[in-house]
């Protein structure tokens, strides 16, 4: 049964910062994409970061490029989305989400976690 169970949201001021954290668990991940998504409320899920568990590959929206780093933690199956700089916009329920390399799509999510920042 493979889980990813996200943490880590909360409530801050714009400018703060805040690290999600994904724990991944119930198969082996190495050959699988790790993404960060997010759903503002009334608005379609949008792809934030990517990074493949094998490799230093990762992919970043424009709109946080600079300012949001995706890393993981292989001993811990774990990974995390440290965001820095944040603003009202980035508001939004994250998700984490695992693709295999063959897939065309995302196979696992996570449930979410919400992220809300106060002007």
């Known amino acids: 049964q493979v889980q990813l169970v996200e943490s880590g949201g909360g409530l801050v001021q714009a400018g703060g910062s805040l690290r999600l954290s994904c724990a991944a668990s119930?198969?082996?991940?190495?050959?699988?994409?790790m993404g960060w998504f997010r759903q503002a409320p009334g608005k379609e899920r949008e792809f934030v970061a990517s990074i493949w568990w094998s490799s230093e590959g990762t992919s970043y929206t424009d709109s946080v490029k600079g300012r949001f780093t995706i890393s993981r933690e292989n001993a811990k199956n774990t990974v995390y989305l440290q965001m820095n700089s944040l603003k009202p916009e980035d508001t939004a329920v994250y998700y984490c989400a695992a693709k295999n390399i063959l897939a065309t799509r995302y196979d696992y999510w996570g449930q979410g976690t919400q992220v809300t920042v106060s002007s």
């Open positions: 119930g198969r082996a991940f190495s050959s699988y994409l």
